[in-house]
């Protein structure tokens, strides 16, 4: 059986969070999962949506999990309560709660992608210094690749259905 060190294992998800929120740093970069043009991640596909894109509705609904705003505000949240549930604060299970934000301005607009940053940048670098992480919190960090993965692919499929509307 081998055994990693933890740093091994904390270099790796952070480095496939990277992959996931920024993207490849070029078009020669190798990828797990994603597009090499280093717009490809969630920050590089969100840059260039204005607010009113945001907050358009993939379907018309307006319903959460239909514009590009509510994708980010989800990632936002689950990412402070990641955040915060490493910080040893008690973990918010409420999931519904991270769905209320659909229509933004260009200021929240704004201010969410900020946020989003913000938060990505706490928790990768929470995650690069463990020294250990307990089974909860290291299925709770392993759980944030797949989930942004999931959601970049999500807001790709949204943008690419507001783009043509």
């Known amino acids: 059986m081998t055994t990693l060190p933890i740093a091994t294992l ?47 509705s993939a379907d018309g609904t307006g319903n ?13 949240w689950s990412l402070a309560n990641a955040n915060s549930a490493l910080r040893g604060e008690t973990y918010q299970a409420n999931w519904k709660a991270s769905w209320t934000v659909t229509v933004v301005d260009e200021g929240e607009w704004n201010r969410l992608r900020d946020q989003l940053r913000d938060e990505y940048q706490t928790i990768s670098k929470a995650i690069a210094k463990q020294e250990t992480l307990e089974s909860d919190y290291l299925n709770g960090v392993l759980a944030l690749i797949p989930h942004a993965a999931y959601h970049l692919a999500t807001i790709r499929q949204i943008i690419e259905r507001i783009q043509k509307s």
């Open 10 to 56: 904390t270099h790796s998800i952070v480095d496939l969070l990277k992959e996931a929120y920024d993207g490849p740093p070029d078009a020669n970069s190798p990828t797990w999962f994603n597009d090499n043009d280093p717009n490809a991640g969630i920050f590089g596909q969100i840059k260039p949506i204005t607010a009113v894109q945001a907050s358009k």
């Open 64 to 76: 959460p999990g239909t514009t590009v705003a509510s994708h980010v505000e989800h990632l936002r």
